[in-house]
């Protein structure tokens, strides 16, 4: 089983606090992801960034949120046989995972190395494939969790703060 | 610079109705990859592409964009159009290579986006 943890050091102690008390979310959302449908790819994102503008959140944090977890979206729909997205919006932070069916990571330091790309033919002439996904949503994101494996499923957790 | 000075430089046809011809246009982006355009893109920008599929609309839920414009002759499919028109997206199509057309745009005094 591979994990990759990237914490960006202003938040590393709120962030692991988050995730071993994981308390209850003001509002909850779920999403399903389908295998290549580059059609509703992205609403959920979309659905995401709305709702923290409804409750006021700053432009830049809402840019942040809807880069980062677009692309993992477009990841699960790219590269994965389906999954679920699931966002947690709290006072303070926005919490999302992406859980897929498979066929998981084989190396997820290579993955993150701006560049490489195991992406299809579909998926480059969508304008996807620049492997430049994992590090836009590290570049974005205060954490940034990943566990996978080769032939397994792929969980991915983000956290972006409001401040 | 406006949609309408753009379109006259550009020599663009309209695609998407009740265009505001006269909104400002502050900067702009010339991409091919959906990455890089999200990467690049943090204030309201005019975008160049080669890309026609929906994806890229979806792009402007993410990030602010002022108006596409579709380079070397590009089409985009119907349902793109109407997927614009619900979001009030200008959409903008040229002959002209997205070279051509960044050259003459920056020529004008139409910056980038800041990056």
């Known amino acids: ?163 | 610079m406006t949609l309408k000075e753009i379109c006259s430089f550009l020599e663009a046809e309209p695609l998407t109705r009740n265009l505001n011809l006269d909104r400002e246009v502050p900067c702009a982006f010339a991409s091919d990859l959906i990455s890089d355009i999200l990467m690049c893109t943090k204030e309201p920008t005019l975008l160049l592409t080669g890309l026609t599929n929906p994806q890229v609309i979806r792009l402007s839920d993410m990030i602010d964009l002022v108006g596409i414009v579709f380079v070397r002759g590009k089409m985009p499919p119907r349902e793109l159009v109407e997927m614009a028109e619900e979001r009030d997206l200008a959409l903008l199509s040229t002959k002209l290579t997205m070279y051509r057309s960044s050259g003459i745009l920056y020529n004008t005094g139409l910056r980038s986006c800041k990056i």
């Open chain 1, 1 to 163: 089983m591979g994990e990759y943890l990237y914490v960006s050091p202003d938040h590393a102690s709120a962030a692991e606090a988050f995730l071993r008390n994981r308390p209850e979310a003001e509002v909850s959302m779920e999403f399903e992801i389908g295998e290549k449908d580059f059609v509703n790819a992205g609403k959920g994102s979309a659905e995401v960034k709305n709702t923290l503008k409804r409750l006021g959140i700053d432009p830049n944090i809402l840019r942040r949120v809807a880069v980062a977890s677009y692309e993992a979206e477009i990841n699960v729909a790219a590269h994965s046989s389906g999954g679920r997205m699931n966002s947690f919006i709290y006072d303070d932070l926005v919490y999302i995972r992406f859980a897929d069916c498979g066929p998981g990571i084989a190396d997820i330091e290579q993955a993150m190395v701006p560049g490489w790309s195991t992406a299809d033919d579909l998926v480059r002439e969508m304008g996807f494939g620049a492997g430049l996904g994992l590090p836009n949503i590290k570049k974005n994101a205060d954490l940034l969790r990943i566990n996978s494996q080769a032939g397994g499923n792929t969980l991915l957790e983000l956290i972006i703060f409001y401040a």
